[in-house]
């Protein structure tokens, strides 16, 4: 429900979890890997629905389990852009969850951002529900809405939402899934899923304001 996003509160601060040593170094070394892949082209990829290909199942048909045990409805979004996001605690771009939150406090009249944790991709996201919420908001200040964590690859345990997000049958173009941590889904106001954007693409690159503004 609609009030169950709004009041979103991801922990209380008994369950606080800081850093780990292998996140700090994480997190030090973000600057240089999104150089690296800046120069490279790596993980680096950008696709846009220019047909304007409507899907054939909507979207806010689906629902959110959230990591508090609150159902978000996505038919409450109507309205506004989506930016959904699969995300790790232990990964090389844990980082952008600062970006992330940034964008989501910038854009809070038309943009709603959400957090899927998975551990899809060499095992970096361990924790349950609880540590993944209490290490998000106590060192990058997340207060965007953050998923049960599931899976996000294709298969038979694939999140709905994210199999919506990487089948052209249901989406109405795309079959990109997720290619590693912090991969990006860009729906518009009506529905449409208008963009998806690789994990080295920041939340902060123009690329995505620019699909925001339009």
């Known amino acids: 429900m609609i009030i169950a996003f709004v009041g979103y509160v991801a922990i209380v601060n008994r369950n606080s979890k800081q850093m780990t040593y292998r996140q700090k170094v994480l997190k030090a070394v973000y600057p240089a890997l999104m150089w690296l892949s800046k120069v490279t082209g790596r993980r680096s990829k950008v696709m846009d629905n220019e047909p304007a290909a409507a899907p054939s199942k909507s979207l806010y048909d689906l629902q959110v389990v959230l990591n508090n045990g609150d159902t978000l409805k996505l038919a409450a979004l109507k309205g506004k852009k989506i930016l959904l996001v699969n995300t790790a605690s232990d990964c090389g771009y844990t980082n952008q969850y600062s970006d992330l939150q940034k964008l989501f ?58 199999k919506w997000l990487s089948d052209k049958n249901l989406n109405g173009w795309n079959d990109q899934q997720p290619t590693w941590n912090f991969s990006k889904y860009l729906v518009n106001e009506q529905g449409i899923l208008t963009n998806y954007f690789d994990p080295a693409v920041s939340p902060d690159s123009d690329e995505i304001k620019i699909a925001i503004s339009k």
């Open 105 to 162: 406090e910038t854009n809070r009249d038309k943009l709603v951002v959400i957090g899927f944790p998975a551990n899809d991709f060499k095992e970096q996201e361990k924790g349950n529900d609880e540590e993944i919420a209490a290490f998000c908001k106590r060192n990058y200040g997340v207060s965007f809405p953050l998923a049960t964590k599931s899976s996000v690859v294709k298969g038979n345990h694939q999140n709905a939402v994210f």
